[in-house]
């Protein structure tokens, strides 16, 4: 076995992977870690799935800086990986600005190949560390997903992304009872038995435990690497390719779903083929945008009533609303049947218009857009 030896006088830009199943708060926690006094300044890199950006209206102002990456999931292909070291070469070049960085992945991610993806490049390897692998878990739905039957036997990005946790947080326990968490918790023993588990209501959780915890294992990282036919001790630059039809989740498009080929010739430094990553082809994210107001009693009745039908199959839902009479912009936040949609802060001067996010298996997009249409102000 490889061993890879740190010197101990090198100090290192520690980084935390914040993943988790659609849904399961991982903007939430974000917005906790951005504004609780920590004593750390942090850097995001924040990857979103769908082509909206929602998330950046989500994500409260802060003192830190976010990068948005909305080209597919950070895990799908090399060169997307590749903007993802892109970006922290630039972080690098401004270090003395952070003492932490936080990559939020897509909630469809496999975190395994995005911590591989710092120790393919040794000019970033040999500035940065990974400190934690942390995943969220949605008490009330990660069971739905762990145990998936569409997912079963496949690739299933939620259990990918308990067994690669450092730590793992599960979020929501206002809405379980303790027979229901003990037993969440033994399942997510079978999966991961060297992980700490932790509890939180909203993200909000002792942040020591989470930060700064020096909870990676490198062993892992390599042993995995071998299974993506990662090199990690070739430093030689490398041609790869990828081929594949794109009908990947990350790669449908917001108004148009549909199949095409990629065909990448990089000749780029200490790159290393990947082999393809598949998503769940069935799971699609739907956007929509809509310059016109909302009648907002007719929003929330056919989100009720459409989230109540086909809840099952839709794993998150999440907009920014212009709602007629109204000054302020309304957020929605939905998870499979529950949901929330309230008002938040007044527009001010920016422009009204309303960003919707549908993530799920076997949507209609055309029945989605038809129905909030007719929500419309005449």
Request: aromatic share 6%; hydrophobic share 35%; proline share 3%.
């Amino acid at each position: 076995m490889n061993m890879h030896i740190e010197p101990a006088s090198q100090q290192k830009l520690p980084i935390t992977i914040l993943t988790g199943f659609l849904g399961s708060g991982k903007t939430t926690l974000l917005n906790y870690i951005l504004t609780e006094r920590h004593g750390h300044r942090i850097a995001v890199i924040e990857n979103e799935y769908g082509e909206v950006d929602v998330d950046s209206d989500l994500v409260l102002a802060s003192d830190e800086e976010i990068f948005q990456m909305q080209n597919g999931c950070i895990c799908c292909f090399v060169d997307v990986r590749n903007d993802l070291i892109d970006v922290m070469k630039k972080l690098l070049s401004h270090k003395d600005k952070f003492d932490h960085i936080i990559v939020e992945t897509s909630g469809l991610a496999d975190p395994t190949p995005v911590a591989t993806a710092f120790f393919v490049d040794r000019s970033v390897a040999d500035e940065v560390e990974l400190d934690a692998v942390v995943t969220l878990v949605d008490a009330m739905h990660i069971d739905q997903h762990l145990y998936d039957p569409v997912l079963d036997g496949s690739d299933n990005q939620a259990v990918n992304q308990i067994v690669a946790a450092d730590r793992i947080l599960v979020n929501k326990i206002d809405l379980a009872g303790e027979d229901a968490l003990g037993s969440l918790e033994t399942s997510l023993r079978r999966l991961n038995q060297t992980a700490p588990i932790l509890r939180s209501s909203y993200g909000k959780v002792d942040l020591s435990n989470i930060l700064g915890v020096k909870g990676f294992r490198p062993s892992y990282v390599r042993e995995r690497a071998e299974i993506l036919d990662i090199d990690m001790d070739d430093d030689r630059d490398a041609e790869h390719h990828h081929h594949h039809d794109c009908k990947e989740p990350c790669c449908d498009h917001a108004h148009h779903d549909h199949g095409h080929h990629h065909h990448h010739d990089h000749g780029r430094e200490h790159a290393t083929p990947l082999r393809p990553h598949q998503h769940d082809a069935t799971v699609k994210s739907h956007s929509f945008v809509y310059p016109e107001a909302f009648d907002g009693e007719k929003l929330a009745g056919f989100l009720k009533g459409y989230l109540g039908e086909h809840g099952d199959d839709i794993f998150r839902t999440k907009g920014i609303v212009s709602v007629a009479g109204d000054d302020r912009f309304f957020v929605l936040q939905a998870v499979h049947k529950l949901v929330d949609f309230r008002p938040d802060h007044a527009w001010g001067e920016d422009k009204r218009k309303s960003k919707f996010v549908f993530i799920g298996r076997n949507l209609d997009r055309e029945s989605i857009d038809r129905n909030l249409r007719a929500c419309l102000v005449p």
